[in-house]
C-alpha cells in the first residue's frame, strides 16, 4: 500500500486521535476534523486528500450525510465510515459506502483502506 492522505472526521476527540496516531503508524499521511462541516470545508479547499474514514454518528451532520457531501465536492473519493452503532453499520451499507466496526483493528483497517486506495 502507497503513503496515502487520509481525512479523518470523529467528533470524540480521544478516537481521532488514536485512529489518527494508527494511520501515522501505518504509513499515512493524516488531517484530522471534528465534525462533517471542518471536513467539508477542507475538501472545498485545494489541499488533497487520497480517502476519508468518518464516524456516522456525529453531532449536526452524520457521516452519512456528510459522505453523500463528499462525493458531490470530490466524485470518486473513497468515503468510509465507521461506527459501533450496529443500525449505523446497516444504514452506511444501504447508502453504498464502505464501512467499519469500532473498535478498529489495525488490520481491518489497512485491508479496508488497500481495497478504497485501490480503486
Known sequence: MYKARILVVE?????????????????HDVVSTANGNEALRYLYSEDACDAVLSDIVMPAMSGIEFSR??????????VILMSGNVGAMALAMESGT???VKPVSRARLVSVLTDALAN
Request: aromatic letters at 4%; a negative charge.
Open 11 to 27: 467528533d470524540d476527540p480521544a478516537s481521532r486521535f488514536l485512529l489518527a496516531m494508527l494511520l501515522a503508524d501505518i504509513g
Open 98 to 100: 464502505l464501512a467499519l
Open 69 to 78: 457531501l463528499a462525493r458531490d465536492v470530490r466524485p470518486g473519493l473513497p
